[in-house]
C-alpha cells in the first residue's frame, strides 16, 4: 500500500512538465498531495497534471514563465484559491547552457540562464514564503546541481547559477529557520531527463562519454531525485535545513 505521507498538503512543483519535475510532482501525488505543477510548456505540463491525476491526487496545471515575476506571483495565489494553503515548494525549473569558454558566453545567453536558474528561485520564494507563513509554515526544496559544488570547464554561467542557488538557500533557511519553513536544495548528477539527452546529443557516444564520468557506472533516474526531495520535504526530513543534498552517483566525491 502507498503511504500517504502528503494526504492534505498542498504542494507547488516549476519544472513539472518533464524530467525531475514531473517525477516528483507524481510522487507527491501518489502520496495524497495535492499538487500545483508550473511548466512554461504547457503541452508536457498538461499531461504531468493529467499522470498525476491518475496517481490520487487533485492536480492543476498552470503555465508559468519562471523568469516573469507576474507569472510566478499568479501561480502562487492560484495555487492558494485552488487548495486554501501552500505547504511544500519543489523549485526545479532549470535549463543547461550549451558547453563553451567563459569569454564566448553571450551576455544575453548569461542573462537567460541566471534568470531561469537562479533569479526564478529567487522569485518564487519571495512568493511562496509569505504564504507559507500564513499556514505557520512549510518546506521548500530548491535543484541545483552536481555543479553547485564544483567547477565546470565550459559551463561557467550554468556553475555560476548552481553556486548561487545553493547560497540562496542556506541564507534563505537563515531567515525563515525560526518562523518554522525549512529550505533545503538537491544537487543531482547525470540524469536520465530531456534536458541530459540534449546535453548530451542523445547519442550512444554523447550517452556513454557522460556516464563514464559516474563512478556507479550509470545514469541516476528522475524518481530517484523525486525520492530525495520527498524525504526532505516530510516529517523525515524535520531536522534539515539549509543544506545541499548531493545524489549524483560519486560524480563529485573525488573532485
Not at 498542498?10 to 508550473?38: C, N, P
Not at 569569454?103 to 509569505?130: G, N
Not at 546541481?145 to 547560497?167: C, F, N, P, T
Not at 518562523?179 to 557516444?205: K, L
Amino acid at each position: 500500500m502507498t503511504e500517504r505521507r502528503f494526504a492534505g498538503k498542498a504542494v507547488f512543483v516549476t519544472g513539472a512538465g518533464s524530467g525531475i519535475g514531473r517525477a516528483t510532482a507524481l510522487a507527491f501525488a501518489s502520496e495524497g498531495a495535492d499538487v500545483v505543477l508550473a511548466d512554461i510548456d504547457a503541452v508536457g505540463n498538461d499531461e504531468s497534471a493529467r499522470l498525476a491525476a491518475e496517481h490520487g491526487g487533485r492536480a492543476v496545471a498552470i503555465r508559468c514563465d519562471v523568469s516573469s515575476s507576474s507569472d510566478i506571483r499568479n501561480a502562487i495565489e492560484r495555487t492558494v484559491e485552488e487548495f486554501g494553503r501552500l505547504d511544500i515548494a519543489f523549485n526545479n525549473a532549470g535549463i543547461e547552457q550549451p558547453a563553451a569558454p567563459l569569454v564566448d558566453i553571450e551576455e544575453d545567453e548569461w542573462t537567460r540562464l541566471i534568470d531561469i536558474d537562479l533569479r526564478s528561485a529567487f522569485l518564487c520564494m519571495k512568493y511562496q514564503i509569505p504564504a507559507m507563513l500564513e499556514n505557520g509554515g512549510g518546506s521548500i526544496v530548491n535543484t541545483s546541481s552536481g555543479a553547485g559544488v564544483i567547477g565546470i570547464r565550459g559551463q561557467a554561467a550554468y556553475v555560476a547559477a548552481k553556486h548561487g542557488l545553493i547560497g540562496l538557500t542556506k541564507s534563505a533557511a537563515l531567515d525563515y529557520a525560526d518562523q518554522g519553513i525549512r529550505v533545503n536544495a538537491v544537487c543531482p548528477g547525470i540524469i536520465e531527463t530531456p534536458m541530459m539527452d540534449r546535453f548530451s546529443g542523445g547519442t550512444p557516444e554523447g550517452r556513454a562519454r557522460v556516464i563514464g564520468q559516474e563512478p556507479v557506472g550509470r545514469m541516476g533516474t528522475a524518481a530517484e531525485i523525486a525520492s530525495a526531495v520527498l524525504w526532505l520535504s516530510s516529517d523525515l526530513g524535520s531536522f534539515a535545513t539549509g543544506h545541499a543534498m548531493v545524489i549524483d552517483g560519486g560524480q563529485t566525491v573525488g573532485l
